[in-house]
């Protein structure tokens, strides 16, 4: 099935294919059926950091994904989505805790982690890496890996996909829960109109030149992620090498820059407000109210309303699922109870 570009209509979401995961200097990894039946037959089971990972073929790219707990098939499946920089092991404190109730699944979005890296340089600007292109990875995902719905728990960015998955497929989605939502502050709509054609300037020349390659050069290393993350989370003892490694390891890989020079450049497609009046599934918020990025009280103000319950973290960062994973896994368990078909 084709990619569909920012800002499409789900009707003509099938109008620009990805490019081909065998495009020069992007080498396709090994894949395994995009069937479910077949790929959790079949696929190859490896271990990372103690939680088992697998792999599925979703329009010829291969996409990684971690699981736990996939034989509990009397509960209802929960799908764990990372933010922007992240992959599937930032959930690595979580997969297997939660497993011990349910089928537990993390994935790498396309462009992210150890999933394949389509270079969006070679075609129209946002039009791979978007959060309308990820909202159809996680539909397909729940039809053909989990094989009916789930739980979409999020952090960051990752719950802008997660909640557009709600609006195109309520039927699919038992409810959402979204940690430290991006307040999308580089979106156009929320930019001063004189700041505008700066910011645009600025990021088309990150992008499309050599001065972005060495952006990513100096962000892209050991020291510089670790001090990123520590900025990010409210105890900074959590921040460790393991951490370090699980975020760095995955971004070095070939195409990780264009990713993320691309991603950088998006200030368009939905923002939280537009999604959230739109959502029929549940939504619960967890917000750790150290983020430095995302502001609790600017969240609550905007997004709080659209809540069953909005539930502020204290002392916790902008990633409490890897922060606090204890008091988020039990959070995750009271929500996903209270919403399950036996309390419905």
Known sequence: RPMRAPGAT??????????SPRAPGHARAPTTSSRASASD????????????????????????????????????????VHGFGGNADHWRRNV??????????????LGYGYSDKPNPMNVEQN??????NWAEQLEDFMDEVVGGPAFLACNSVGGVAGLQTAVNAPEKVR????????????????????????????????????????????????????????????DSEQVTDELVEAILTPGLRQ?????FLDFISYSGGPLPEDLLPKCAPPVRM??????????????????????????????????????????????????MREYSPANA
């Open 10 to 19: 789900r009707d003509a979401r099938r109008r620009r294919a990805i490019p």
């Open 41 to 80: 037959a079949t696929a190859p089971t490896t271990t990372r950091y103690g939680v088992r990972e697998r792999t599925w073929t979703w329009r010829g790219h291969t996409i990684r994904y971690t699981l736990s707990g996939e034989d509990r098939a009397g509960e209802v499946p929960v799908v764990c």
């Open 96 to 109: 297997n805790a939660l497993g011990a109730t349910r089928p537990t699944y993390a994935i790498d979005l």
């Open 127 to 132: 039009s791979i890496y978007n959060f309308e």
């Open 175 to 234: 409810g959402v829960v979204l940690m430290n939502i991006s307040l999308r502050g580089l979106h156009t709509t929320k930019q001063p109109a004189f700041m505008r054609p700066f910011v645009s300037a600025l990021q088309r020349t990150l992008r499309e030149t050599s001065i972005g390659r060495q952006f990513f050069g100096t962000v892209a290393k050991a020291d510089t992620v670790k001090k990123i993350l520590k900025e990010a989370y409210g």
């Open 255 to 259: 195409g990780a820059a264009e990713v």
């Open 286 to 335: 967890f917000w750790g109210d150290k983020d430095p990025w995302e502001n609790i009280n600017e969240g609550r103000k905007l997004y709080a309303q659209y809540a069953d319950k909005f539930i502020p973290l204290k002392g916790v960062g902008h990633c409490p699922q890897d922060e606090a994973p204890e008091l988020v896994n039990a959070l995750l368990e009271d929500f």
